[in-house]
């Protein structure tokens, strides 16, 4: 099949931030007397792809709603300001990559992240020329199968793929009706995919881009 397009997920397909942002959490969530653990990579991690309000719930079951959707709120500003200013861990050859693959397909990011997210990624990698368009959950309220179909539409795509590296990443590519591309080296586990890479660099053969 040929594709018009690629739409990426971002966090454990084209970058791990968790290292770079727990320390950011802890330090935020040390000010609230309320909050009884800290929060490890490990815990970051299986929250990647998750919209707020689950996040919320996972790493604050013991907090009432709106307590613990405040906590995390914060969070995610402290967060973007963190990243923007340091960015995080890019897969081997990212950038390199994403050159090549621009050349001939249309890029975007459609993720569940909180607005202001995907911008500290372009920002502190200098990545946006790549891509044509980009949408989060934080900013339209909208699941990430309705994203990936708002970009969809806003673009005039015709054979648009979608990559990503979760369970949530598949549902999304499912309800928009597109095919799946699994990131394997990321943070999800999924039984049910149309094609798998597991490093970032294997893209390119899959997208037959010598």
């Not at 909208?142 to 539409?153: A, D, F, M």
């Not at 369970?167 to 080296?185: E, N, Q, T, V």
């Amino acid at each position: 099949m040929k594709f018009d397009s690629i739409i990426f997920d971002l966090d454990g397909t084209l970058w791990d931030s968790t290292t770079s942002v727990i320390d950011s959490w802890n330090q935020t969530i040390g000010i609230y007397s309320e909050v009884k653990n800290k929060l490890t990579v490990e815990d970051m991690k299986s929250v990647m792809g998750l919209v707020i309000q689950d996040v919320a719930l996972k790493f604050f079951p013991y907090l009432e709603e709106e307590n613990r959707l405040t906590i995390v709120n914060h969070c995610y500003i402290k967060e973007c300001e963190y990243l923007e200013k340091h960015g995080a861990i890019l897969y081997d050859k990212l950038e390199e990559i994403l050159k090549n693959l621009a050349e001939k397909y249309k890029l975007f990011i459609v993720s569940n992240c909180q607005c202001g997210y995907i911008e500290s990624f372009f920002e502190s990698h200098k990545l946006n020329e790549y891509f044509v368009d980009y949408e989060s959950s934080g900013r339209t309220g909208l699941t990430k199968g309705e994203n990936i179909k708002l970009i969809i539409n806003r673009n005039n795509l015709e054979s648009p793929i979608y990559v990503g590296d979760t369970d949530g990443d598949l549902k999304g590519s499912r309800f928009a009706g597109i095919p799946f591309i699994y990131a394997r080296y990321g943070f999800g586990e999924v039984k049910e995919y149309e094609y798998v890479i597991d490093s970032f660099e294997e893209i390119m053969k899959l997208m037959k881009i010598h």
